[in-house]
Structure formats: structure tokens, C-alpha cells
């Protein structure tokens, strides 16, 4: 291989001089560029959208960093540093690599992962200040955006959305968000929203749902053209009256519902299947007439009684995360909307039962025909990629080239075609069985793989999600309106009455992005040092020195002076022993002015006290690898069932580890003392027997 490049090194030298004395129409600088850069360049290397850069692939590959969060799950080249293992499935490494080796051989651009310091709201801002990118193109995690769009560091990708322009690619490129293109897209994905689920065994039982002896399943309407609200609120309708009265199989005392639900996500669903958005491509439209008719009809659901959310408490509009997912999969629901990462679970804890589960979309308003254009199903952007300000036009647009062509020939080899998005059709039915669907079942499991493919969607329209206003919209404006909290009226009237709030939010948006300037928005952050935060009863509060548990540091100022940090220990009676959660109040503003708040627990111990504290080791704890790192081991979690004092205050966090008779690098059994100390100084031992294997 390498004989054969020099001999093309040396072809293309000679053919290159024999070009410059005929025309001399090429200098004789060097086409080598900077295999580092991101923020710098070499003077000589030539625009990717030249001619001599089409004509020249050779010398010293371009570097173009991608920016991750998780670099394991994202960079083909991660190995495990114990196991030396990949982070991806076979099928994706397959794929992340065969990208890299066309980018490589079609651009001479080589890809490099690398993973933020720390949180991407903070790393990518710190560098941009520098004027030191630390990434070409970075990943934002699902909800980042928002913010990160605040800080005005990214750079507007409107002129190059001729990179994207073949139908193939075009769901790479995100829509336009106050006025500009400013992400990229980053996966295609087939559930990447709550979609509508159902139990088909709790189905089967409902003879009001039969025809002929057979049971019509919402997947059978929706092939017919039938599924719609008021198909979809019958439907529930006869569910609930057969399941009034009986109680699920985990928790015996809880009842079997028509339809839990987190009701912020059945929103959405139900507003795009009327051709609505809360916060699309067009902007704003969470006050149009199709996402009032929505929240209409899921009210109405819920004021029957069809349709219900398991909230905190009775003072707050928010649903517990992510129960109804737990819940479907205990069997205490026949609907659901699927929280993604849950849904496998879900299906093998049904099947365990004898159960199954469907998938569906969710059901177009009566007034809306079956193959109109506006009945969409909900896409969120999740993550999505963007490219910061300080990266030359000539290096943004060679990465963007380069995210095309990687992402392009990624999905082309997960198809095995030569179009990339016949991703969804030919890795349709085993994602369908991964996420528990019963897509093999007899009856159903074909018109059920439709439906599955109908719910994925290779653009996002809908991204209220990741702006900083999104609980503003969905648990204040929606959900107290469906709660009537707070003396909230209808959704109708309440978010005509509430939507400036919303555009407030949003206009700082669009100060920061028209303001020429890097923002910091970020307010300060506080962390614990280590030291559980416990004082002695009967201690002056004035005496303590707080910085001693807790250190202020903010993403641009750094370390931020107790001096400057407001402490409130109000809700701690300093005499009485006890455990105070959030008895340490602080805040503290940075210098653009950001505030940050945050509250720790609080623990009055015993000075007097002088009996021992109790540890218990875990039954059937795990082995160790062999050559595991013995200085990360968490050997309070993963060894300890128990720890505390006299007082019941739990001690994990005081426990401390012998391991000088432990050799990770040679298996066997050794001995290993844990020790822990409570707050007034008592101890005690526990010595366990750990395998090295």
C-alpha cells in the first residue's frame, strides 16, 4: 500500500510540473494543512470548493474534530482501557468506520472525536472566549440548544445548505431557528419521541372491542383510514368500562387505567396530528387554533376519565418522571405514551407475563383526512451538531462536507444500499423487536411493522424541547390549565394570556444573536468538597466555615470567593440532632451577572456520642476484573448494603478502604477492610473477601 502511494505522490509531482510550465497557472506553495487546526489554518491550503482542492487528495490529512459528550457511544476508535473492547454494536462500528474511511479517502479529511472536559454549555463557551475552538463540529445533548443558542457561539449555516441539497441528505440540515440555520441534525432514529403504545393481551379481553370473535386492534383502524380522536376516545371508552373494577398484576392494590399517560407528551402528539406545533419551523405557534383544538381534546380525555397522569402531588401540574413507563410495564395501564429507553424493558416484562405490546400513531383529528400532509407525528431534535464561531469559512465548510459524506455513507452501510434513508425500511423490523414491539405476531405484526416505520421521522418539527421556556409552556401554561392550578383558565384562554411570557424568554434569544458578542450565561455552580456537610449540636452557625463543604465556581470566572456567597441556614435548628434537607441555602452572581442557587442537606450530629456505627456488606457483591483500576472502585455502592450511626444518618460517603492485600492483576480471593466513621469520630470495621477474576 505504501509502494503504491509513493508511486502516485511521484505521478501527480511530475504531472503538477508539467501543468505549471504549460500554464503557469499554480504557485508552488504547499498544499499541506494545519493536522490540528480548528481554529487555525495554514495560509496555503486551498478551499475545499477549488479546483486543485477536487484534484488534490494527497499530503497530510485535514483534522476535522468532532465534539462529544460520549465519546465511547460516538468515536469508532474508543477502546475499553480495561477490557480494550469498543463502545458501539458491531452493526454501528461497522458503519462509524467505513464513514471515516470514505471522508478519508474522498476529502483527505481525517475525523477525530474528542470528548468536553465538561458540561458542553460550559466547554464550548470557555473555548470560543479563548478564541481556541475546542471542536469543529460539536454534538449538543438534547436540551443544550437553547441555551448554547444564547451564547451567540455558533456560527449561522445558511450559505452552505447546497452541501445538503441531494433529498438523500437533506434531513442533515436543521431548519431555521430565529432567522438562521444553526444545527445539524445527528442521527436518523426510528422512536426518538414517546409514541402511543398498547397491551394487546389487556386488549384481547375486551370483548366490546370484537368483530366477529376478533378484536380490533388500533393498528387494524389505522391501516383502514379509521383512526381518529373520537375512534381513539370510543375505543378508550370501552377499555375503561372493562377495566373499572380490576387491579394490575405487580402492585395488586392499583387499578387498571384506559390510558396513563405523561400528558405534556400526549400534547404534543395530539397537536402535530392536527397540524400544529408548539415551537416549529415557523416559530412560535403554541397560541394557533390547531394546538388549542389538541389540548381540547386531551382535556376532554381526561375530564372523562379516559386519560391520566400520576403526578408529585396534587399542587403541581408534573407527572413523576418517566412512572408511565414503569407503570405500562407492571401492567397498570392499557395505553401508554412509551418513554423510549424503557420500552424494552417494558415488552420483556409483559412477555414474561404472556403479554405483548403494540405500537401506533397517534389518531388524526375526524376533520383531517388520512393521507393529508399536516397529520405528522412528533419528531423531537434530540442531539444535534452545530459548528462554532472561530472556525474559518474554508475549514466550516470542508467539516460540513465532511458531516455529509460521514453521515451519509454511515447510514448507507447500516441499509446496505445505496440510499441512506433506506435506513428506516431495512433496519425496520429488528429496531422494532429491540424496542419490544410484538411486530412477529400472526394476527398483527404486519400492519404493525407499518405503523412502526410511520412513527420514525428523519427531520424534527417540533422544538419547544430544547428552549429554555419549554417547562414554562409544558407544566405552568399546559398543564396548569389542565389542572386548573393557580386559578389557571383553559388552555385556550391561558396561553393568550401567558404567551408574552414565552416571547420575553425568546427575545433574549435574539438580543444575544444580533448583539455581535459572546454571551455568558451561565450562572455559577455549586459543588460539594468531599466533606459531608455534619456540625456538632449546639454549634454556632456564624463559627462555621461553610466553604469547608461546599465550593462556588462559575464556567468563565472560575473559582468564585465565599465572600461573594449568600448563606441561608434558616431552616436548621443548630441545637437539635437531626437530618435537614436543603438546610444550606446558597447563591451567588457571577460577573455577567447570572445567579446560581442551589440547597444541600444538612446533618446536627451527636458530639456525645459515643457508640459505634453499624456496616453491613451487600449479599452476592460483585468480582473484580482483573486490572481494574482498584483507586476508582466504589466500594460504598457496590460493596456496602449498610452504613450508618446511632441516629440512623447514613455514613456511604465516610467509608474508607484498606487495600493493601489486594492484586488486581493476579486472580484470586483477598482480603479487604472497610472502614467507616461517623461524624463524631466513632468507628468500625468490616472485613469482606473480594474475588479477582
Known amino acids: 500500500m505504501a509502494s503504491k502511494r509513493s508511486g502516485f505522490l511521484a505521478m501527480f509531482v511530475v504531472l503538477a510540473l508539467f501543468v505549471t510550465l504549460l500554464s503557469g497557472c499554480f504557485g508552488s506553495g504547499g498544499n499541506e494543512a494545519t493536522p490540528t487546526g480548528t481554529s487555525s489554518e495554514s495560509k496555503n491550503e486551498p478551499s475545499p470548493s477549488s479546483e486543485a482542492a477536487k484534484e488534490t487528495k494527497t499530503g497530510a490529512p485535514t483534522v476535522i474534530v468532532f465534539g462529544t459528550h460520549w465519546q465511547q457511544g460516538d468515536d469508532p476508535e474508543w477502546k475499553d482501557p480495561v477490557t480494550g473492547a469498543p463502545g458501539m454494536a458491531p452493526d454501528q462500528l461497522l458503519a462509524r468506520q ?89 442521527i436518523l432514529d426510528f422512536v426518538n419521541t414517546w409514541p402511543l403504545v398498547y397491551n394487546i393481551a389487556y386488549l384481547d379481553k375486551v370483548d366490546a372491542l370484537k368483530e366477529n370473535g376478533q378484536t380490533v386492534y388500533p393498528v387494524d383502524l389505522w391501516k383502514q383510514g379509521k383512526w381518529t380522536w373520537s375512534a381513539f376516545e370510543d375505543y378508550l371508552t370501552k ?36 397540524g400544529g406545533a408548539v415551537y416549529g419551523a415557523n416559530g412560535l405557534t403554541a397560541d394557533a387554533p390547531e394546538a388549542k383544538k389538541a389540548v381540547e381534546y386531551i382535556d376532554g380525555l381526561m375530564t372523562k376519565g379516559l386519560m391520566m397522569s400520576v403526578r408529585y402531588g396534587d399542587d403541581t401540574s408534573v407527572p413523576g418522571w418517566t412512572w408511565n413507563g414503569s407503570d405500562f410495564g407492571n401492567g397498570e395501564t392499557v395505553f401508554t405514551n412509551m418513554v423510549p429507553w424503557l420500552s424494552t424493558g417494558a415488552g420483556q416484562t409483559l412477555a414474561g407475563r404472556g403479554e405483548s405490546m403494540g ?90 411493522m407499518e405503523a412502526f416505520t410511520a412513527i420514525a421521522g428523519s427531520k424534527p418539527n417540533e422544538y419547544s424541547s430544547i428552549m429554555p421556556w419549554a417547562n414554562l409552556w409544558s407544566d405552568t401554561i399546559l398543564g396548569n390549565s389542565i389542572y386548573g392550578l393557580n386559578g389557571s383558565p ?52 456564624s463559627s462555621i466555615q461553610w466553604d469547608t463543604f461546599v465550593k462556588a465556581q462559575d464556567a468563565v470566572d472560575g473559582d468564585i470567593a465565599f465572600t461573594n456567597v449568600k448563606v441561608d441556614t434558616s431552616a436548621v435548628t443548630f441545637n437539635k440532632v437531626g437530618k435537614y434537607d436543603n438546610g444550606l441555602a446558597v447563591s451567588a452572581k457571577d460577573a455577567a451577572g447570572n ?77 479487604v477492610t472497610l472502614t467507616v466513621t461517623d461524624f463524631a469520630g466513632n468507628k468500625a470495621d468490616l472485613k469482606i473477601t473480594v474475588t479477582v477474576e
Open 98 to 186: 467505513k464513514a471515516q474511511e470514505a471522508v478519508l479517502k474522498e476529502l483527505n479529511v481525517q475525523i477525530k472525536w474528542i470528548q468536553y472536559p465538561s458540561d458542553v454549555r460550559e466547554a464550548l463557551l470557555k473555548s470560543v472566549l479563548a478564541n481556541d475552538p475546542i471542536c469543529d463540529v460539536c454534538l449538543l445533548w438534547g436540551g443544550s440548544q437553547g441555551t448554547l443558542l444564547g451564547q451567540n457561539i455558533f456560527q449561522p449555516l445558511d450559505e452552505y445548505q447546497s452541501i445538503f441539497s441531494d433529498p438523500d441528505n437533506a434531513w442533515m440540515f436543521g431548519d431555521k431557528m430565529f432567522g438562521h440555520n444553526y444545527f445539524l441534525n445527528y
Open 239 to 274: 377499555v375503561n368500562a372493562y377495566y373499572a373494577n380490576k387491579k394490575a398484576p405487580v402492585r395488586t392494590d392499583v387499578p387498571i387505567k384506559a390510558f396513563q399517560t405523561d400528558y405534556r407528551y400526549t400534547a404534543q402528539q395530539a397537536i402535530h396530528s392536527n
Open 359 to 448: 405500537v401506533v400513531p397517534f389518531p388524526r383529528p375526524d376533520n383531517i383526512a388520512a393521507d393529508d400532509p399536516k397529520y405528522e407525528q412528533v419528531v423531537f431534535p434530540g442531539n444535534q451538531m452545530a459548528v462554532l464561531k472561530g472556525i474559518s469559512k474554508e475549514k466550516t465548510e470542508l467539516a460540513l462536507k465532511a458531516y455529509q459524506l460521514y453521515w451519509s455513507t454511515a447510514y448507507k452501510t447500516l441499509a446496505s444500499s445505496d440510499k441512506a434513508l433506506d435506513f428506516f425500511t431495512k433496519q425496520a423490523k429488528n429496531t422494532a423487536i429491540s424496542y419490544g414491539y410484538d411486530v412477529t405476531n400472526e394476527k398483527l405484526g404486519a400492519n404493525m
Open 490 to 541: 383553559k388552555y385556550a384562554a391561558a396561553i393568550d394570556a401567558q404567551k408574552n411570557l414565552i416571547l420575553e424568554s425568546m427575545s433574549s434569544t435574539e438580543k444575544a444573536l444580533s448583539s455581535g458578542k459572546f454571551i455568558d450565561n451561565i450562572p455559577p455552580s455549586f459543588t460539594e468538597t468531599g466533606t459531608p456537610i455534619a456540625v456538632a449540636a449546639g454549634t454556632d452557625p
Open 595 to 671: 445567579e446560581g442557587k442551589k440547597s444541600f442537606t444538612v446533618f446536627v450530629y451527636d458530639p456525645k456520642n459515643k457508640t459505634a456505627p453499624t456496616i453491613k456488606a451487600k449479599e452476592g457483591y460483585r468480582a473484580i476484573k482483573v486490572n481494574e483500576d482498584a483507586s476508582k472502585i466504589n466500594w460504598a455502592n457496590d460493596f456496602v448494603d449498610q452504613a450508618a450511626d446511632k441516629d440512623g444518618f447514613d455514613l456511604k460517603s465516610k467509608i474508607t478502604a484498606d487495600i493493601g492485600e489486594l492484586d488486581v492483576t493476579t486472580p484470586g480471593k483477598y482480603e
